[in-house]
């Protein structure tokens, strides 16, 4: 079976989505997506976009995506944030997460910033593993945190 890893375009957002909710389901928060096709569309595609993906298509069919976008160290200079990583159930275990992998490696070459950043949780002892195998190094003294809209409004209101 053939994997043609290719930059996504507008039109691949709905299985894009499909794929972001799969990713949910896995790391046991199905409902937690609240993001639209049209706001990838929007966020993507529009005139100034906000992230750029990646997808692994066979057949016609998005097995596999990554999304990346550019932040900013103050150590570092201009970076890249992998946002998610997601292949399809049936997908994984054949080489499609690698070459999704790969691509943001040589996408963030290309662009040449100073380093690519990403979270893993402390359970996916399988991702753990090949990134470390990568040469990837796993900071076991961060902590991600995040300031979701419920709590930011309660914070300003106070």
């Avoid at 079976?1 to 039109?11: F, H, L, Q, S």
Wanted: proline share 3%.
């Amino acid at each position: 079976m053939e994997i043609k890893i290719r930059k996504a375009e507008k039109v691949d957002m709905p299985q894009v989505l499909e794929l972001i909710k799969e990713l949910a389901a896995f790391e046991k928060e199905p409902d937690a997506v609240e993001v639209s096709v049209e706001e990838l569309r929007s966020a993507g595609f529009g005139s100034n976009p906000q992230f750029t993906c990646f997808v692994a298509e066979t057949i016609g069919e998005i097995v596999g995506m990554a999304l990346v976008y550019f932040r900013f160290s103050t150590w570092k200079g201009r970076t890249i944030h992998l946002e998610d990583l997601i292949v399809k159930e049936k997908m994984r275990n054949m080489g499609v997460g690698s070459m999704l992998y790969r691509r943001v490696m040589e996408y963030a070459k290309q662009q040449r910033v100073k380093r690519v950043n990403w979270e893993v949780l402390d359970w996916n002892e399988g991702a753990i593993q090949f990134y470390e195998r990568t040469g990837a190094h796993i900071m076991h003294d961060w902590r991600p945190v995040a300031m979701h809209i419920e709590a930011l409004n309660k914070y300003l209101e106070e």
